[in-house]
């Protein structure tokens, strides 16, 4: 069963709208991150969280709000989107372990168009 | 700053050939950094492929291999007979060992694996 999910799957929006995009984890992991993938970028980080109730900026906070209310919910908020949003968002989950390893899980990805 | 730069893609190659996608990092303000593999198939999410949190180890997993070699600062993805439904996106990522319970990675660009049949 997926530890990470994600919704919608698939969005289109208008410019100047609101969107928001959710991702649960059943990991019970106290990170999560969200990031969006473009060709040529790769994957680039958005906003990211401790716990609940954290959120911190990623490399490319801006135009992005998110919201961690609580262990398994963690939203990306895009308060007035632009077609330059339109992207792959992923969300993660991440867990170090007691060596300091760390991974990270990963949902299926949400594909946004903003029109 | 800390980086990894990753073979650019789109890397092609046909079904049964050997295949190598390099991979370079910097880790200036990271002593013993953990180095990663992970892959993206189509309509999927990321998922980890291969780990080695230790200097000189190999890694491996679905017949892929990656040495962490501190010399060369390098992590490179090697197969000896891909099959095509390795076709996919390849992330390299490194980690830092050494900060508190923050899981963030770096990331590379991503290589594009197309193995034809």
């Known amino acids: 069963e997926a530890a990470v999910t994600q919704s919608p799957r698939n969005k289109v929006a208008v410019t100047g709208g609101k969107v928001t995009l959710s991702c649960n984890q059943t990991?019970?992991?106290?990170?999560m991150y969200w990031y969006r993938q473009d060709t040529g970028h790769g994957l680039r980080l958005i906003h990211y969280s401790y716990g609940a109730g954290s959120t911190e900026k990623g490399d490319i906070p801006d135009g992005y709000k998110a919201s961690r209310p609580s262990q398994e919910n963690f939203s990306l908020i895009l308060e007035l989107a632009t077609p330059s949003q339109t992207s792959v968002y992923f969300c993660?989950?991440?867990?170090?372990?007691?060596?300091?390893?760390?991974?990270?899980?990963f949902g299926p990805g949400t594909r946004l168009t903003v029109l | 700053g800390d980086s990894v730069t990753q073979t650019e893609g789109p890397v092609t190659v046909s079904e049964s050939e050997s295949l190598i996608i390099n991979c370079t990092y910097s880790?200036?303000?990271?002593?013993?950094?953990?180095l990663f593999w992970y892959v993206r198939y189509p309509g999927e999410g990321l998922q980890l492929l291969l780990k080695?949190?230790?200097a000189g180890q190999k890694g491996s997993s679905r017949g892929f291999e990656a040495t962490y070699n501190k010399e060369t600062t390098s992590f490179h993805l090697q197969k000896a007979s891909v099959q095509e439904s390795d076709s996919a996106v390849y992330y390299c990522?490194?980690?830092?060992?050494?900060?508190?319970?923050?899981?963030?990675?770096?990331w590379g660009l991503g290589t594009s694996l197309v193995v034809n049949p």
């Open positions: 990991n019970n992991h106290n990170n």
């Open positions: 080695v949190i230790t």
């Open positions: 990522a490194l980690g830092d060992p050494n900060v508190g319970d923050n899981s963030k990675l770096i």
């Open positions: 993660a989950s991440g867990v170090r372990d007691w060596g300091g390893y760390a991974e990270q899980f």
């Open positions: 880790a200036t303000s990271i002593a013993y950094p953990n």
